[in-house]
Every structure is written in structure tokens, then in C-alpha cells.
């Protein structure tokens, strides 16, 4: 399964389409129903870009408005970027914080098992999963392995995002050199012009000079 999980990661350097792969790859390849990402925007120091997969398209659209700031150290979800390894969540239904208690309530869960995308010792994203739909129990020995998917799908969205950069940087200067082509070119036309009137000049100044004696 993991083979698999790391072919089918590796097969693309389109965020979006990787993290929609990585998402069905978990929830087929492994025993879990329902899985969410949730990626770290350094920008604003926040959870966001979410996205789901194995329940309603409501849920799915929630998943897809969290922007979540990583100093709400009370979150579960927060609190899981913020861990060095996988962790099991119960029961945060009945979450003494309240915001648990609405996420859980939206996404109709109780229970999830999660872990940081951590790559070269940075984190880039939560992995969420569950077995709402058929409530098999969450074990917490599943920990190291959704750890090493993890893993994987980071290495992945760092790769990608990379590109993505890469790319940008290429548009970028392949503008540049556009600009700075046309500029060269008024500027070349500009010298022709210049260069037919200097001509032009000297051409009439003989005639000039003998009206002159004359």
C-alpha cells in the first residue's frame, strides 16, 4: 500500500492534483473512510487550502473554508501541526473548547486519528483520518504508519510547491526578457530613424552651402 501511496504521489508536480491522489490513495489503500489535508500557508501563519475526501460535498466544503491560525493552540487541529508525531483525538464532541465541538459537529465525527506533514524538519500540513462510516475503532498502533504517509505526501507538497516557484520565476523572466526585447527594438528603430535623418541632414548640406555662395 505504501508502494502504491509513493507511486501514486510521485506522479504528478500539480498541487492540487497531488493532494487529491494522496487523498484517495489513503482512503482506498488503507483502513480509513474519510480523510482531510490542511496545508500550512507561512504567509499567514495558518491552516488553509483544505480539502476532503469520503464524505457529503458539504462536508467537503467546510473542510474547504478552515483558515485556522497557528497560534489557536486549542485547536485539535492546530495542536496537531504542531505535534512531532501522529495523535488520537476522542471524543471532541464533547471538547471543553468550543470550536472542537463545531468542528466535530460539522464533519459528524467524535473520533480521528491525524498526523504533521513534516519534511527536513519543517511541517507543511495536517492529515486527518477517520472510520465514521463504518465505525471500526481507531487504533492508535495506525499512528506511525499514517506518520510515514505523511511523510511522503510531504516531501511531495514541498516538491511540488518548488515547481511551482520555479515556474512562476520562469514566467517572470521570460517577461522580462519580452520587455526588455520590444525596448531594444524601439530603441534599434529609434537609431535607424536617427541615422536616415543625420544622412538626410548631410545629403542637403552641399546644396545648402552653394545657395549660400550663390
Known amino acids: ?18 493532494l487529491d491522489r494522496a487523498l484517495d490513495a489513503v482512503v482506498h489503500r488503507l483502513p480509513f473512510d474519510r480523510a482531510l489535508v ?5 504567509a499567514t501563519n495558518s491552516l488553509t487550502e483544505g480539502r476532503a475526501i469520503g464524505g457529503s460535498a458539504q462536508v467537503a466544503g467546510l473542510v474547504g473554508e478552515i483558515h485556522l491560525g497557528l497560534t489557536e493552540t486549542r485547536s485539535s487541529l492546530v495542536q496537531l501541526a504542531l505535534a512531532d508525531g501522529p495523535m488520537v483525538f476522542r471524543d471532541i464532541d464533547a471538547d471543553p473548547y468550543e470550536p472542537n465541538r ?3 459537529r460539522a464533519l459528524d465525527v467524535s473520533s480521528f486519528l491525524g498526523t504533521p506533514l513534516v519534511t527536513q524538519g519543517r511541517t507543511v500540513g495536517v492529515l ?4 465514521r462510516l463504518s465505525g471500526r475503532e481507531l487504533e492508535r498502533t495506525m499512528g506511525p504508519l499514517l506518520f510515514t504517509v505523511g511523510s511522503l505526501l510531504a516531501a511531495a507538497i514541498e516538491n511540488a510547491r518548488l515547481y511551482a ?6 514566467r517572470e523572466l521570460e517577461a522580462r526578457v519580452a520587455t526588455r526585447t520590444a525596448q531594444l527594438a524601439d530603441a534599434t528603430e529609434e537609431v535607424i530613424a536617427a541615422r536616415a535623418a543625420a544622412e538626410e541632414a548631410s ?12
Request: glycine share 2%; proline share 4%.
Open 165 to 170: 516557484a520555479i515556474e512562476e520565476s520562469n
Open 1 to 18: 500500500a505504501l508502494n502504491e501511496i509513493a507511486g501514486a504521489l510521485s506522479s504528478t508536480l500539480d498541487l492540487d492534483e497531488l
Open 128 to 131: 486527518a483520518v477517520d472510520n
Open 102 to 104: 463545531l468542528f466535530a
Open 38 to 42: 490542511l496545508l500550512v500557508d507561512p
Open 203 to 214: 545629403a542637403t548640406k552641399p546644396t545648402f552651402l552653394a545657395n549660400v555662395s550663390h
